[in-house]
């Protein structure tokens, strides 16, 4: 699977639900027998350790736990825990297994019930046969190569399920879904605002020059020419505020990319759903294109009743306006 | 040789359902190179009569012709076209292009004919310095006196080469010295380019320096006497 194009990680993993026990409490986990290596190409789980470290050391029956987890265990580094889960034969089997790690991700709920473990450890305390795995975790490059590689999967391995992330996790899906459509009604909003502003400027601009427009009828600049330098005022506004507009965003979303957009007065409830408060804004070249295209667009359109009001002048009236 | 002629024309302004009579037949020539002063009292119909020869605006009855042309009957289109390669204007309130300068808003009315840039510049020379405002050639028109101004605007009026250029009012704004001076460059420009010039007034030494004096009055030609110089 890792030579498909767009592929850039895959890991197989084993899961199973579980009882974890510790000398204080215990409860039930999803435990994931993982081959570290791997995961570290699809998860960033590895990047969340806050203590310990993520299967550094090859000794066996190594855990890495979510804090959550160790603090409703009453469990630290080093302790170890007992898992209690059905082999193959369908008996009940435990094992101790050491704590090695903890990792901390901004979803509680997710650090409270997943557990992992290595793969082949998994493996010998079940009695599976290493070949086997419950689930492979594949990675693409992009987000929209996701169908492409799901469809050449689909070819390539009829008898298995597959499945990309929106229909894993279609909550996450109608969450972006429900983003976008925010999005488009803030654009819709904005550009609004940007229209009666434009509206307002070059109205005040033709009834500013109504005498200068006068003038300018009066010695022979016919009316498309009026029209026309009424529009081409309008781009030249449009691309000026545009592009200053377009700058400023681009680096405050170069920035806000790298440090984040806190917000923390929502924390506990993005939390609760298992995202993140911190937003980190990304900007494509499409979307810096789209918005310099749709500001133009406005712009003109927007000085549609200017422009009308303009030709609609009359030379003789206008040139005497007080 | 007559370049404007007018018959019959009348200009009735419908104010709120009462019509207001400006001009009531108004018959006219105009011959190249004349210097003449229309006159008469606020309301007497100067500045409409201009308008419509000038064909700002459209007479209720008449026609003019000009140069053989026939202009109450062009398409707005066509006469926009005609105002600029035939007439020049000059206002009351000189309305100069205040982003421009005083060379700029010369050339301008020639970039609008389409007229090459040698060309263009040549004659924006010639006028600064025939308005005397060699020094002023890069000023914008808030860097100028209100005579200056006008002078700036006299010869953007001449810049398209028009046979004719109508000046409503163009002393009204100025002062005494600054208005002698307008006179005598507008005089000079007339002998010199051979160019029409009419212009609307009640100002005494506008009247004292033109050859020939029209007197309106109610709409109506009261007198068209011409003055020895």
Not at chain 1, 83 to 111: C, H, K, P, W
Not at chain 2, 127 to 133: F, H, Q, R
Request: charged share 25%; with cysteine; hydrophobic share 45%.
């Amino acid at each position: 699977m890792s030579d498909v194009y767009h592929v850039t990680g895959v890991s197989k993993r084993l899961v199973i639900s579980s009882m974890i026990a510790s000398a204080e409490s215990n409860t039930g986990v999803k435990i994931l027998g993982i081959i570290p290596d791997a995961e570290r190409k699809v998860t960033n789980v590895s990047e969340k350790i806050i203590e310990g470290s993520y299967f550094v050391s090859s000794k066996k029956n190594a855990i890495v736990i979510g804090k959550k987890l160790a603090e409703k265990l009453k469990v630290g580094l080093t302790k170890k825990v007992i898992i209690t889960l059905q082999d193959v034969d369908m008996n009940i089997t435990g094992g101790a297994f050491r704590v090695v790690g903890i990792y901390e991700t901004d979803n509680s709920l997710f650090d409270e019930s997943t557990v992992f473990t290595r793969y082949n450890d998994l493996c010998a305390l079940t009695g599976l046969d290493t070949t086997e795995a419950h689930e492979i975790a594949i990675l693409v490059d992009k987000d929209s190569n996701a169908g492409i590689v799901k469809d050449i999967l689909k070819f390539d391995y009829p008898e298995l399920d597959i499945q990309d992330w929106t229909q894993l996790s279609p909550e996450a899906g109608y969450l972006i879904s429900a983003m976008n459509q925010f999005l488009y009604i803030f654009i819709i909003v904005i550009m609004l605002a940007l229209c009666f502003g434009i509206v307002n400027t070059m109205l005040m601009a033709v009834l500013e020059r109504v005498k200068e427009l006068g003038m300018l009828m009066a010695i022979g600049m016919n009316r498309f020419r009026i029209f026309f330098m009424i529009m081409l005022e309008t781009v030249y506004l449009s691309i000026t505020g545009g592009f200053i507009g377009i700058i400023c965003g681009y680096f405050l979303c170069r920035y806000l990319e790298k440090a984040g957009l806190d917000l923390y007065f929502w924390e506990e409830a993005y939390r609760s759903i298992g995202y993140s408060s911190v937003i980190y804004p990304k900007i494509e070249l499409n979307m810096i294109a789209f918005t310099a295209l749709m500001v133009i667009l406005t712009g003109l359109f927007s000085t549609l009743y200017p422009a009308y009001k303009a030709l609609k002048l009359n030379p003789a009236d206008a040139t005497r306006t007080k | 040789m007559n370049i404007i002629e007018t018959k019959g024309i009348t200009k009735i302004y419908d104010i709120k359902t009462m019509p207001f009579q400006a001009l009531n037949g108004i018959d006219l020539t105009f011959q190249q190179g004349e210097f003449v002063a229309i006159v008469g009292p606020s309301g007497s119909g100067k500045t409409t009569l201009l308008n419509i020869i000038g064909g700002l605006d459209n007479p209720t009855d008449g026609v003019v012709i000009i140069d053989g042309v026939n202009i109450t009957q062009l398409s707005n289109w066509k006469k926009t076209d005609f105002r600029m390669k035939n007439i020049g204007f000059v206002f009351q309130s000189y309305n100069l292009i205040p982003v421009l300068t005083a060379k700029e808003n010369i050339e301008f009315i020639m970039q609008l004919q389409g007229k090459e840039k040698k060309s263009v510049e040549k004659r924006s020379l010639e006028l600064i310095e025939a308005v005397g405002l060699n020094n002023k050639t890069n000023s914008r028109p808030s860097k100028l006196s209100g005579g200056e101004q006008q002078r700036v605007a006299v010869a953007r009026a001449l810049a398209s080469k028009p046979k004719f250029i109508l000046a409503d009012e163009p002393t009204a704004n100025l002062d005494s010295k600054s208005t002698e001076n307008l006179l005598d460059i507008m005089e000079k420009l007339n002998k010199e380019e051979n160019v029409t010039f009419i212009f609307s007034t009640h100002d005494a030494r506008v009247m004292k320096k033109a050859r020939r004096i029209i007197t309106i009055e109610d709409g109506k030609v009261m007198g068209d006497v011409l003055q020895e110089k």
